[in-house]
Each structure stands twice: as structure tokens, then as C-alpha cells.
């Protein structure tokens, strides 16, 4: 490709989904300053995920935060950051009720046309009043609660949407009455809005279509559309939910009644003869719904989860199972349902199945849920038409093992569950990743779209500097919002108007229709000049949507936004005291008044610009190590690798074949060719760090490096960011690998590879699953079961007659792996299932191994003959990877891998701006995984580096150094390890003896856990001080004037 070409990449992305991972992957595009267009067929953002009620495992509601100082915020499972940034981020710009149309040009130069259907109420000027609604006197089926409820014609999806409005479903049951128009108070609505045709140049496509959920009608045996009692799991999981049908009560559909009894059906559309893969999804979400319905309704619930395998195969999934069975008590039952009948009187369901034993049973329960598969999105078949792509056999989109993320046509990348059944964690995985493909695709057009995070919101330069009002007296403007008259209905403004004028400090009182519109931004700004207002209260929405608005508004006025204060009316005051205007009146009244006098003591805060080194350290020298390494590197960034080993490759040097049939030594030798031969990447091998300092943007280690002869050499490396690939290790300490015969899956691969005569005189294999070395956590490899079965299978290739045995506790080849399985069973390889609590013994008797192993399908022991007994032994973490989380303070989970700052929606971060983490060290992952985890800690890394400057501080915890006792209660009670005594030159403490506390901005988190446990008050959270929190001379709110 000629330079000429280079240069006419559009600095743009399409993104074609609206879910988790479209926001994901839009996000971290716009992050690296390319402008990205998020289409979304529906009314609004969110996918799926927005329709759960809650995530496992903290239970936590999936809409319970929004940002936070530092960016993408909360450390708990919600999309709400994603939401709120993505309305407030000038890189994006959001096109709902639209689909891709026509796809012309090539990669790095496409030309797409798309359909906008109309919506038919403008969301620059809706409020979210609901005033329409309450009107419109049509009845529909509210599809958002799968039915189970009605909505009006016109209608919100969700209380919180993006973009937060209403429109118009102007089907033919609409009558054009014309009430809506003539309800909203902003003239929002235009029922004679047209569809429009709309085109963008991009340099590439993301496709994250998402998936849709089988049909569990077809599968009429189950009653589901005939029973009312038998639910769907989307179905429960908005019962489940506080914004559901039933505000969050789990009923019977029948009679509102809480049910006694719950079972769950696994595989419905899954794991059957037409649809041969695994959904990967089930197992854990009947498990959380289990919980859910226990926490719930008590736990004397009857709970019963009927499936054929627990395929609990994530991050701290096999310990939420466990707790399921043991402390709630869980049921549950390896087998597969045939059929469920109702009883016409109770309504109550009787389920029909043959137990672990073979035994035919009937068992009674009040409500039935469908764990419903997933399935091809209903627009893959137009879309791959139209984008000129493949679909795989089952109709999900066609890619390669060592090129998850790409598409069969070049600058087209696919994420989520639209490659094959995914959950959320890998989702958001594969959205970053994708965005790192097109951020190296479209290296020279990074940050062509500049912004600035200079400020609390997400903004562009181009503000007049900033007024210097330290030595002024406080002269305050409160501006409160009649929103149309959604606040002015409940509340007598001009009454609040009159008393807020009376208050001390404030110079200005007004009322205006709608502040956040452009008229009122506009006035609010005029007026702070007009009066010489220093510091302003806005008495309006939700600080967490509109908090942002009234900050630029400042900010053009020539003051800091921090000299703000948002007092929430509408949803504190006037939506929940409707019909008590008098005492509505009066709250709003404190509101305001407690508003007033945080902001009389607020002081401006501002952060401080750094420059980012233009370079990463990546540490490991895997598949995921390289490969993020090449990402980065590609993209035009220098990349220090380290490697402990002599050699890169990582666990691939000893991976000879997959499943899927791919060669991966072509992989590694390609991987290794690449990252030796590039520019920008400096490989240091038989190299170990030994020292770190510094923060986001400006790190600073130490490496040390082991010549032939034994001796050590140090250097440092200064970087901007850090990627974490350390890898994993297959542990071999265990009693049995000391009997001759006993070997690994790994060393048996070798066999396969390097003795084929040996192997084609084994008579009797039994391999055994789930081994690991005494004291170890317990959790699920998650790639041993699809190995063991791999290697099963080339046996049975290489000696038909071979009687290959597996004994497993629950077989895990979750989504299209499934067919491995299925293709192993074919060619006779026999699987008996083991107790926990009784594993198999393996006796050396003679020179032949047996294998003693209690079936309880038979229920009585099998002896079993081998030749060799290959087990699969568990995957840990490299013995030295506590040592280096210590060096760059970062937490470990519980099985001893590195933490990520949250499980679901963070796998890539650590709450430690700046350092991102691939492959696995995170957790045991296959080879195509690894490489999108990579590729998305590239991505994350490339966010970073592409910014111009980043801005430190804000919102941080700061250290009176003379008040400091030094007691290290801070350093004990931050949930991130950030403070640390130390002595210097003025931080000498109390009396000037010893160390004080000191806390770097760069990295405080903002929590405020250490200002709350301080004994000596010695810090102060800045926007959050004592002197704004206790109001010296004001009663609280409550204390009534």
C-alpha cells in the first residue's frame, strides 16, 4: 500500500451493535481520538445486558453507577459509566433505529449507507417528562419485559436509556390522534418525521451484533406459551430485576403468587441433535437466578437445576457454584428433562426424568424456567450479504483460531457473541480487542480527533482561561429548572426562589424553563458574567446525566467546574412527593439551601497535565505477550518485551496441534519472526524485572537480565504503559506422576508428536480429569477437558482398538468445542463421570496400572487396565507472579492469578491506571482467547499512548503533613495501596519526628476510605472536605427553616 493510500484512511470507525460490546469497543476507539459511529437498530443502547437485573457474582444491579473522577469508574459490574460516557464523549456520535444498508470501498476506505428510521420525538429536546405516555391511549405488549407487561405507543424503553427520550412506535395501531404532540411541553414530538438515508466514510467496520435467544416455543414438549408457569431465563431475569414487571418480586404468572418451588432446564436449543454447541452461558446464570430466587423468596425455597454438565469454567465461577450448592442449598440434577405436563388446577408443573441411575422419576414444581440458548442475531444472514462476509456452519460470523477478531473480508472485525457464544466478560474482551485491530489498522490517523480529560467531563479545548476567584467573596447564582414544568407541577419555585435569595452568599436567584437546553446553558453563561457570579447551584436533574452539561457551561464562563453545585429536583423532590406540593415545596427549599452553602466553601481544582512517554513494557513472551507486543509496536509505538526464558513462545513452544486442526508452531514461528524483525520492539530474553516506580503515563522499571556465565546486568526502562502476559504453568507436583505410566496430557502430546510407533502399541488409556497438587484453590483449567479430548481422539485415529477411557467430574467444551466431544464419543472413546468427594485410585500392581473408580450410573467400582494414565493437571500461575504484583501493587484473586479491577466489565485493567492485563495471567484461557485478551490489553494500552498529555489528580485524597502521627492507618485501609509513610524533607509528622503519609495524586483513586479512617483528620478528600461536608454555622438538612 502506497503512502498516497495510507494518507486517505478516513479517521473514523462504524461500530454495527449497540451492546455491551459495540459501547466497549466505540469507547476505547474514541479514547484513541478516532471518531466512532455506534449504530444501533433498537431505540437505545445497552443490548442485552441492559435487560438483566443483576450480575454475578457480587448480585450487584447491572445500572447502579455512574462514572467516576477518573474516567470509566466504578469498580462494580454496571454499564451505567458506559452509557453516561458514551452520551458525553465528542468522539462518538450515536445513530439509534439504524441498520447498515450497502458497504462499498476497501479496507481503510469504505463508503456505508444506512437507513435511520424515524423516531418521531427529538431527543435534544425530550426531558423524559413522560407526560406523552401518560396520554397515548394505546396498549401494546412491552417486548423490553418480554411480555409480560404493557407499554404505551409512546414509550421509553428503560428508565435509563441512551438516548434518554421517548419515541413513537407509529405502527398501525397508532391513530394519529395527535395527543402526544399536543402534551409535550418542548415541542419534541413530529409525527411526520421520514426515515432518512445517511452515509459515513470509515476506515474499518466492527460488526458486534450480539445474539438472539432460541425460541423455546418450538420445542412444544415443554409447554413454554402454554403453560404460564414455564418462563423463559430473560423472562425470570426481568422479574428478578427492580425496573421489571414486578419491581423486582419473583411471581408465578398464574396468580401472582411467590412459588415454593423452582426448577431450571438447561440446553433448550443447545447440546441437541440440531443445534451441536454449547450456549457457555447457562450453567451460570440458572446458577445466579437459583441464588437470586433463594435470596429472595428464603432459603427454604426448593431450588433444582437439571442439566448434564456444571460447566462453571471462569474466573471465580467454580467457587459461586460451590457456594450455590453449600450455602444455599442449590440442588443439582444430572439430567435432561423429556417433558413437563401441567396440572390443570394448581397450575403447578410436573416434570418427567430419568436420574443419574437410569431411574424414571416425576417431580413437582410450582415454576419452571428455560435456560434458552443462544442463536445466531437475526440480522447476521442480511449483514453478511451485504458486508460480503462468511457465516460459519451455524450461522454465527466465520474466523480464524489465531485471528479471532478478523472477518473473511480485510478491514471488517467481528466481537461478542456474533463469533459464537459468548458471556459478558468475553464480550467486553473482544471489544477492545477489535478496537486494537482497527487502532493499528489506522495507526497514522490515531488522536486525529483530539480531546481533553482535563476537566471532570470528557471535552475539547477552546475555553477562556480560567478566573482567579481565591480573594473574592462568594457571589452565588442559583438557577433552578421548571423542566417543562415536570418540577415547576410539584414544587412552588417562586416561593424556593424567594427564601434561596435570602440565603448568605447568593447574589442571583432565577427560574428557567429548561436549563439544560441550549437556550438555558446559554442564559446560565450570560448571567455568571452579567453578575459576576463566582460560584453557581443548578437545582435541575440527576447530577450523574446532566452534572456534566452545567460544567462546560462554566467552564465558557470562566470559572472551574468544580465551583458547581447540582441539586437533584426532579427525582429527590418533585417526582416522588407529587401529591404533597406543600412539603415538596419545603424540601426543595433545604435541598437548595444545604447546595448553597457546600459550594459558598468550594475552592477550584484543577489537574495536572503530564506528557506520555510514547512507549510499553510488556512483560511475557507468549502468544499473548507477542501479541500484544505487535499490536502496540504496529501501531507505532516502541515496545520494550521481556522474557524470563531463553527463548519466546511461552506454552506454545510445547503446543503441537489444537482441536480445531490449525498448526500452532506456524503461529509461534510466524509470532516470533515478526517480533524479532520489527522496529519498534526491543526483545530482552532470560530478563526478570526487579524494581518499579512511577505512575500512568511515566513508569519507570528495572530490569535485570542473566548472562551465560551466571551474572546479572540491570537497566531501566521508562515507559508510558505496562501489559501483563506473564502466562501460566501446567503444575507437576503430584504423587501419582512418581508411578511409571503416569504422565500429563502435555507430556502425552509430545508421545503423539515425537513417538507415534509408541503410541500405536497402546492397548488401554485412561486419562483422568481435574488432578491437582494438594493445598491448591480449587477452580476449573477450563482448557483440559477439550485437550484431554483432542489427544483422546488422535489415539483413537492412530489405533481404532485402543480402549481410551475418561474420567471427569463435568466434561467442559463450552461453545463449538462441543463437537469435539460429540466427534470423541463417536470414535468410542468411553467418559464415566467421578464423584468429588470419591476420586479415582491408580495402583501400580505388577508393571500394570490400574485405575479403581466409582460409577454412579452403575453404582459399583470400575477396575480399569492401563498402559498409561495421562492426567490433566491444573494450571497455575507462575511461582513468582506474587513477588512481581507486590513490585507493581496490584492485587491477586483467590486462585492466585492477577485481579482485574472488576471481573465483568474491567478484565483488562487494574484499578493501577496504566497497566492492563492479557493472556494467562489473568486466567487459563485457549489460544484464540489469549490472543483477543491480548489484542484488548493492546487496545487499552494504545487508548492511553495516543493521548497527547493526560491529566493527573483531581478528585484526590491530600495529606496535611503536620497533622500525620504516622500510625499507618491509611496504608492499612486503602483498598489499593496507594498511601505510604516516608520521610523527607517537610514531612516530618507531629512534632516533627518520624515520616508522614504521602499520597500520590497520580494514583489515588478517589475512594475516600483513608479521609473517613484517618484518627488525626490529617486528610481531606479535595471537592469533599470537612468544611463542605459539616457546614460550620448551617443545620443540615432536616434541621427545618
Not at 427549599?589 to 448553597?596: D, F, H, M, Q
Not at 507436583?733 to 496430557?745: E, F, K, M, R, S
Request: hydrophobic share 40%.
Amino acid at each position: 500500500m502506497n503512502r498516497e493510500a495510507v494518507r486517505a484512511k478516513p479517521a473514523a470507525a462504524l461500530v454495527v451493535g449497540g451492546g455491551i460490546g459495540g459501547m466497549r469497543a466505540a469507547l476505547d476507539l474514541a479514547d484513541a481520538g478516532l471518531k466512532a459511529y455506534l449504530v444501533e437498530q433498537t431505540a437505545c443502547l445497552g443490548g442485552r445486558v441492559a435487560q438483566l437485573g443483576f450480575m454475578f457474582p457480587q448480585h450487584d444491579c447491572v445500572l447502579c453507577r455512574g462514572t467516576s473522577d477518573h474516567g470509566y469508574g466504578c469498580t462494580r459490574p454496571s454499564i451505567s459509566p458506559a452509557y453516561i460516557q458514551h452520551n458525553q464523549h465528542p468522539n462518538i456520535e450515536i445513530l439509534t433505529y439504524t441498520r447498515v444498508v450497502d458497504v462499498q470501498g476497501q479496507a481503510g476506505d469504505f463508503t456505508v449507507s444506512m437507513r435511520q428510521e424515524p423516531r418521531f420525538v427529538d431527543p435534544l429536546r425530550c426531558t423524559s417528562c413522560g407526560l406523552c405516555s401518560q396520554v397515548c391511549p394505546i396498549d401494546l405488549p412491552d417486548s423490553y419485559q418480554l411480555g409480560m407487561s404493557t407499554r404505551k405507543a409512546v414509550f421509553k424503553v428503560a428508565a435509563r436509556a441512551i438516548p434518554d427520550s421517548y419515541s413513537v412506535d407509529k405502527g398501525p395501531y397508532c391513530e394519529g390522534c395527535g395527543k402526544c404532540v399536543q402534551a409535550c411541553p418542548t415541542n419534541a414530538i413530529d409525527l411526520n418525521q421520514q426515515p432518512r438515508l445517511l452515509n459515513v466514510e470509515v476506515g474499518a467496520i466492527i460488526l458486534a451484533l450480539g445474539f438472539d435467544l432460541y425460541d423455546a416455543t418450538r420445542l412444544e414438549e415443554f409447554g413454554y406459551g402454554r403453560y404460564p408457569n414455564v418462563m423463559s431465563a430473560m423472562q425470570y431475569e426481568r422479574l428478578a430485576s427492580r425496573s421489571g414487571p414486578t419491581e423486582g418480586a419473583i411471581r408465578r404468572l398464574s396468580n401472582g403468587q411467590p412459588p415454593r418451588s423452582i426448577a431450571w432446564l438447561q440446553c433448550i436449543g443447545s447440546r441437541d441433535l440440531q443445534h451441536s454447541f454449547c450456549s457457555s452461558i447457562c450453567c451460570m446464570y440458572a446458577t445466579k437466578e437459583a441464588i437470586l430466587a433463594k435470596q429472595r423468596l428464603g432459603e427454604d425455597i426448593k431450588c433444582s437445576i437439571f442439566l448434564m454438565d456444571e460447566r462453571a469454567f471462569n474466573k471465580e465461577y467454580s467457587k459461586y457454584s460451590a457456594n450455590a450448592r453449600e450455602r444455599h442449598g442449590v440442588e443439582y440434577q444430572r439430567c435432561r428433562v423429556s417433558a413437563i405436563q401441567e396440572d390443570p388446577e394448581t397450575k403447578d408443573l410436573i416434570l418427567r426424568f430419568a436420574d443419574i441411575s437410569g431411574h424414571v422419576k416425576e417431580e413437582r414444581f410450582e415454576m419452571v424456567v428455560l435456560a434458552t440458548g443462544l442463536q445466531p442475531p437475526g440480522t447476521a444472514r442480511h449483514l453478511s450479504e451485504v458486508l460480503d462476509i462468511e457465516l460459519n456452519p451455524h450461522g454465527f460470523c466465520q474466523t480464524d483460531k489465531f485471528a479471532p477478531l478478523q472477518t473473511t473480508r480485510p478491514g471488517v472485525f467481528v466481537c461478542g457473541a456474533f463469533s459464537s457464544p459468548k458471556e459478558i466478560v468475553e464480550t467486553v474482551i473482544d471489544a477492545s480487542g477489535a478496537a486494537a485491530e482497527v487502532m493499528r489498522f489506522l495507526n497514522d490517523r490515531l488522536h486525529s480527533h483530539p480531546y481533553t480529560r482535563a476537566w471532570p467531563f470528557l471535552g475539547v479545548d477552546g475555553y477562556p482561561p480560567e478566573k482567579d476567584i481565591q480573594d473574592q467573596a462568594p457571589r452565588i447564582g442559583v438557577f433552578l429548572c421548571s423542566c417543562g414544568g415536570t418540577i415547576g407541577k410539584s414544587i412552588d419555585l417562586d416561593e424556593v426562589r424567594g427564601k434561596c435569595s435570602r440565603l448568605p452568599g447568593v447574589s442571583s436567584t432565577e427560574v428557567i424553563d429548561f436549563a439544560c437546553f441550549r437556550e438555558g446553558v446559554d442564559h446560565i453563561e450570560r448571567r455568571i458574567g452579567e453578575a459576576s457570579l463566582n460560584r453557581v447551584v443548578v437545582a435541575a436533574c440527576s447530577a450523574r446525566t446532566h452534572e456534566a452539561v452545567f460544567q462546560k457551561t462554566l467552564l465558557k464562563a470562566g470559572l472551574n467546574p468544580y465551583l458547581l453545585e447540582t441539586v437533584n429536583l426532579r427525582e429527590q423532590c418533585a417526582q416522588v412527593h407529587v401529591d404533597q406540593p406543600e412539603l415538596a415545596t419545603r424540601k426543595a427549599a433545604e435541598l437548595i439551601r444545604t447546595g448553597v452553602g457546600r459550594v459558598a466553601v468550594a475552592a477550584p481544582i484543577s489537574r495536572e497535565k503530564s506528557r506520555c512517554l510514547p512507549a510499553a513494557l510488556v512483560i511475557g513472551g507468549g502468544v499473548a505477550g507477542m501479541t500484544a507486543a505487535l499490536a502496540i509496536a504496529d501501531s507505532g509505538y516502541k515496545v520494550h518485551l521481556i522474557e524470563r526464558a531463553e527463548r519466546l513462545g511461552g506454552n506454545l513452544l510445547d503446543l503441537y496441534y489444537v482441536a480445531e486442526g490449525y498448526n500452532p508452531q506456524r503461529l509461534l514461528r510466524d509470532l516470533i519472526n515478526r517480533v524479532r524483525g520489527h522496529q519498534n520492539i526491543t526483545t530482552h530474553t532470560r530478563a526478570e524485572v526487579v524494581g518499579h516506580s512511577g505512575h500512568i503515563g511515566d513508569f519507570r522499571t528495572e530490569v535485570a537480565t542473566r548472562r551465560p556465565d551466571g551474572s546479572a546486568e540491570k537497566f531501566a526502562v521508562r515507559h508510558g504503559v505496562i501489559v501483563l502476559a506473564t502466562g501460566a504453568r501446567e503444575t507437576r507436583d503430584h504423587p501419582l506422576l512418581q508411578l511409571a505410566g503416569v504422565i500429563t496430557q502435555r507430556q502425552l502430546e509430545e508421545k503423539i508428536i515425537h513417538s507415534p510407533e509408541e503410541i500405536a502399541a497402546l492397548r488401554d488409556v485412561v486419562m483422568i480429569q481435574c488432578v491437582r497438587q494438594q493445598g491448591m484453590a480449587e477452580y476449573c483449567s477450563r482448557v483440559c477437558c477439550t485437550n484431554t479430548i483432542k489427544n483422546a481422539i488422535r489415539l483413537k485415529l492412530f489405533n481404532p482398538a485402543c480402549n481410551v477411557t475418561i474420567l471427569y467430574k463435568n466434561i467442559i467444551t463450552y461453545g463449538f468445542r462441543e463437537e469435539f466431544y460429540t466427534e470423541a464419543r463417536r470414535h468410542g472413546v468411553v467418559f464415566v463421570r467421578y464423584a468429588d468427594d470419591r476420586p479415582p485410585r491408580v495402583l501400580l500392581e505388577g508393571k500394570k496400572l490400574t485405575v479403581h473408580v466409582q460409577d454412579p450410573t452403575l453404582e459399583r467400582e470400575l477396575v480399569l487396565k492401563a498402559d498409561i494414565v495421562p492426567l490433566s493437571m491444573a494450571i497455575a500461575p507462575p511461582a513468582d507472579t506474587g513477588e512481581l504484583a507486590r513490585m507493581l501493587r496490584i492485587p491477586l484473586s483467590s486462585e492466585g492469578f492477577f485481579q482485574e479491577a472488576q471481573l465483568k466489565l474491567r478484565p483488562m485493567d487494574f484499578m493501577r491506571d496504566g497497566i492492563f492485563l492479557a493472556g494467562m495471567a489473568h486466567y487459563p484461557k485457549f489460544l484464540e482467547e489469549s490472543i483477543s485478551h491480548a489484542l484488548a490489553a493492546a487496545g487499552r494500552a494504545l487508548s492511553v499512548l495516543s493521548q497527547e498529555s493526560l491529566y493527573l489528580g483531581g478528585v484526590v485524597a491530600q495529606v496535611d503533613p503536620a497533622k500525620c502521627a504516622g500510625c499507618l492507618t491509611c496504608t492499612r485501609t486503602c483498598p489499593f495501596g496507594i498511601p505510604q509513610v516516608i520521610e523527607q524533607e517537610g514531612r516530618l509528622g507531629v512534632g516533627g519526628l518520624g515520616g508522614a503519609a504521602f499520597i500520590d495524586s497520580a494514583l489515588c483513586q478517589g475512594c475516600g476510605t483513608c479521609t473517613g479512617e484517618c484518627p488525626a483528620n490529617a486528610i481531606q478528600l479535595q471537592n469533599f472536605a470537612d468544611g463542605q461536608m459539616m457546614l460550620s454555622g448551617i443545620r443540615g438538612l432536616g434541621a427545618w427553616q
